[in-house]
């Protein structure tokens, strides 16, 4: 749920660390506030956009094809257009694309 992972997966940036530095210059907006911080976290119903000035940018330009082509997740709306995305619903834990084997972690901690 933070702004920079939901930045990547709504399609705004190729990678992790362009979607850290695209939040860290001011390039989106949170519900209509200029937000810069890459761990914010967004909730359900937010609607995060590109700001006006950015969406002039070559960048944000060449985007528009990209982000209608890309797969998106299913608790993310993306308007390829307008360069907006909303969050639909909090995603649950098969959403989340990361393998990891929660049961190894207890049994690591637990010592």
Do not use: C
């Amino acid at each position: 749920t933070r702004l920079d992972a939901l930045v990547l997966r709504a399609g705004f940036a190729p990678t992790i660390y362009a979607a850290r530095q695209l939040v860290s210059h001011g390039h989106f907006e949170v519900n209509g506030v200029r937000t810069n911080v890459p761990s914010f976290r967004v909730r359900e119903g937010d609607r995060i956009e590109v700001r006006p000035k950015s969406k002039k940018t070559e960048y944000f330009k060449q985007l528009k094809d990209a982000i209608a082509g890309a797969q998106k997740p299913d608790w993310v709306d993306v308007d390829a257009d307008k360069l907006v995305g909303t969050v639909t619903a909090l995603p649950t834990r098969d959403q989340m694309p990361l393998e990891l084997n929660e049961q190894l972690v207890v049994e690591y901690y637990s010592r």
